[in-house]
């Protein structure tokens, strides 16, 4: 069947990431954190005088037979209700874009996913502007301030100071992922692809493991990686319809609209890893509205750079491949489109914004705000779990048995990375 071809990534990714975890083990003192403060000497001068400025020394001792530290603690009831919660709502993406295309005419689909981070950008930005003092917003985007920390400092620490750069950093990902999935999609059935983004199970330990930006971010145990592996089993397992219990036959290769959908979920990835990092200096709602509205732009400038129906390469000149046309001639083929568009089709277009756009994105950041980029992982595994059941109570749609087995299976993989209470205890002090 074509839409199980590519179980051969998934199958060579478990025996990577059980090699990643099944290793030697070292016995270390972790985080050994001090808070020091820099003073310039008297007999430097005024040349050198600076202000006073608190760094962190983070150093760790290794020795051998220390005490292993104590697994970290389950995680919080709200900041497990903030994931739980993005998965349940990004389950309605599914759901919302089926009805969309068949309440109405056909839709281009790159225009959809224009439109719909547009809105999402908007109400990011209007949300923060409704519950944020001007005096705050003010005080917080002043650009000279990212200015005042070294960027020797700010390489250090893995996290740029300025929140412009942060949220930046964030959108060009949030947006490659969404292009390349989008591109993907074209060219390999829907089924494939859907498997081949499970892969994000554990491509999120793997690169947090080498791109955290402190320790505690880059070790991941056992148990998560456990969890996050048979997470992916699950989600494979509960895509594959029922008509067939396994594949019939394995693929030898991947062809290139396998490939981009990998590079997609590694985007995918990269966004949960690089925003546990971000979350530890700058505020989670900042980072949720900021990652929008970058999201939006480069949706803007990458799909309308790409696309001949798109606003933007009709704009520009034709000296550097696009159409010239007037202004007032793409602004009027614009409300041709959305006239075109039969009120169920706009609320549901402004129902996926809000749902699985903008209200997923603030429940991600304020759940990645005390649950590290694999542990989170494991929550967000739940996905296909809620679209299938947004399928089910919204289109009518029957549960299958792998569906079923796998929402087991995946509750399986998230109580096996839960630590156990009684190895639970307070950590060693130093």
């Not at 290139?256 to 505020?283: D, F, I, P, W």
Request: aromatic share 8%; proline share 7%.
């Amino acid at each position: 069947m074509p839409g199980c071809r590519c179980l051969l990534v998934p199958v060579a990714l478990l025996c990577a990431g059980a090699h990643a975890f099944v290793g030697p083990a070292v016995h270390t003192r972790r985080l050994l954190t001090a808070l020091t403060i820099q003073k310039a000497p008297d007999s430097c001068g005024p040349s050198c005088a600076a202000p006073h400025r608190a760094r962190i020394a983070v150093s760790v001792l290794a020795e051998d037979g220390a005490t292993p530290k104590a697994p970290e603690p389950p995680l919080e009831a709200q900041t497990l209700l903030f994931l739980i919660g993005a998965a349940a709502l990004w389950g309605t993406y599914p759901t919302c874009v089926k009805l969309l295309y068949a309440a109405g005419p056909a839709l281009d689909p790159s225009l959809v996913v224009l439109v719909r981070f547009l809105i999402m950008a908007t109400v990011g930005v209007s949300a923060l502007l409704a519950t944020t003092p001007k005096f705050t917003l003010l005080k917080r985007y002043k650009v000279a301030e990212a200015a005042s920390m070294p960027w020797e400092e700010q390489i250090e620490r893995r996290v740029p100071n300025s929140v412009y750069l942060a949220a930046f950093e964030l959108g060009v990902l949030g947006g490659l992922g969404t292009f390349f999935q989008t591109l993907s999609l074209s060219q390999i059935p829907a089924l494939t692809a859907a498997v081949l983004y499970s892969t994000v199970n554990v491509i999120t330990p793997a690169l947090a493991s080498v791109a955290g930006a402190n320790p505690s971010e880059r070790e991941v145990n056992s148990r998560t990686w456990a969890g996050c592996l048979l997470g992916l089993v699950a989600s494979c397992w509960s895509l594959i319809p029922d008509a067939e219990l396994l594949p019939a036959a394995l693929p030898t290769s991947i062809g290139q609209g396998e490939g981009v959908m990998l590079v997609a979920s590694c985007c995918y990835a990269a966004t949960k890893v690089r925003l546990s990092s971000h979350l530890r200096y700058h505020n989670a709602d900042e980072m949720a509205v900021g990652r929008l509205v970058a999201q939006a732009g480069c949706a803007l400038a990458g799909l309308g750079l790409i696309d001949e129906t798109m606003a933007v390469h009709e704009l520009l000149p034709e000296t550097v491949g696009g159409l010239g046309e007037p202004v007032e001639a793409v602004f009027g083929e614009l409300v041709a489109w959305a006239s075109a568009l039969t009120p169920q089709q706009l609320g549901l277009l402004l129902a996926s914004s809000l749902l699985s756009g903008a209200g997923a994105t603030w429940f991600q950041s304020n759940g990645q705000r005390k649950a590290s980029a694999p542990k989170a992982q494991l929550w967000f595994a739940m996905t296909p779990v809620f679209g299938a059941f947004w399928a089910f109570v919204f289109l009518g749609e029957k549960f299958t048995y792998h569906e079923l087995s796998g929402a087991a299976l995946l509750i399986s993989a998230i109580a096996l990375s839960v630590p156990r209470p009684d190895n639970s205890g307070p950590a060693e002090s130093t």
